[in-house]
């Protein structure tokens, strides 16, 4: 749970203006191996920031991060570290997506829904005595179902106007790395793309955790995306950027 707050006096020299935010982040995880051949992984994770600020009349609060995502995995062992493994991730959000000053509802909860099934195989490695812990997952069969709850906003995800769902077939690769870079220091990585060999969605989530202490610890969170199936708006490009610096409480179990 990160809070920040920030001010600016109606006349300060170089401008600028008052705004209070908060992230909060819970990653949830319940995973079952019976140390023979089958395993079954679950986790759930959900961020949601908010933020206020002065200068946005129309809205008192909105939000700057937002995201429920649950991943599960089903597999039978292959080998002494690949597995035949069944996947699913499915993700949406809390709130609705708005902007400052603007009236525009960008997204909603179920709006958009992603639904993402795939078939193949996982690897999954510890290196360096426990520091550097990883997966891969390569499924050539996948199936990616987009559903808008809310058809007014349906074009903006790729849906025909006036339709709930979008479906696909294609392949997928998802990588989830966790790297102890020092005593203090710790990267979290999760690389995500789905291909339809006509359209490319790719996302990189990066988050660096400085540890001040048990309870005190900063983040920096870097999350570039590619999506060309998305609406494109003039001749802005594809790529998408996310990126937040945080100090804030932090407490695992």
Same mark, same amino acid.
């Given at each position: ?15 600028? *203006? ?5 992230? +909060?982040? /819970?990653? $949830? !995880? =319940? ?6 051949? #089958?395993?079954w ?9 908010l ?13 700057? *991060? ?5 991943? +599960?995995? /089903?597999? $039978? !062992? =292959?080998?002494?570290k690949?597995?035949?493994? #069944? ?16 009236r ?9 829904l ?5 078939? +193949? ?8 005595k426990g ?39 294609g392949?997928e ?5 966790a ?10 990585t999760r ?16 988050t ?5 202490n ?26 998408q ?8 409480f932090?407490?695992?179990?």
């Amino acid at each position: 749970l990160q809070l920040f707050q920030n001010y600016v006096s109606s006349n300060w020299y170089k401008g600028g *203006e008052s705004n209070y935010s908060m992230l +909060g982040t /819970v990653t $949830l !995880q =319940a995973n079952y191996n019976n140390k023979q051949r #089958f395993r079954w992984d679950n986790k759930l994770e959900m961020r949601l920031g908010l933020q206020s600020s002065r200068g946005d009349t129309l809205h008192t609060l909105r939000s700057s *991060e937002d995201l429920i995502r649950y991943t +599960g995995k /089903v597999g $039978l !062992q =292959a080998t002494q570290k690949w597995y035949y493994t #069944f996947q699913l991730i499915a993700s949406t959000q809390f709130l609705r997506g708005l902007k400052s000053n603007d009236r525009t509802v960008y997204s909603k909860f179920l709006a958009p829904l992603y639904i993402n099934p795939s078939l +193949g195989m996982d690897y999954n490695a510890n290196w360096l005595k426990g520091k550097l812990k990883w997966s891969i997952h390569l499924a050539p069969i996948a199936y990616n179902l987009t559903y808008v709850r809310d058809t007014r906003l349906s074009t903006r995800f790729g849906l025909k106007e006036g339709e709930h769902t979008k479906d696909d077939f294609g392949s997928e690769v998802t990588v989830d790395l966790a790297w102890q870079l020092a005593k203090n220091i710790r990267w979290k990585t999760r690389f995500y793309a789905y291909t339809t060999y006509k359209r490319m969605l790719m996302e990189w989530e990066n988050t660096v955790t400085f540890t001040v202490n048990k309870y005190i610890s900063s983040n920096l969170f870097i999350y570039p995306r590619f999506d060309d199936g998305a609406v494109r708006v003039g001749d802005r490009s594809y790529w998408q950027l996310k990126e937040f610096i945080s100090l804030g409480f932090n407490y695992g179990f």
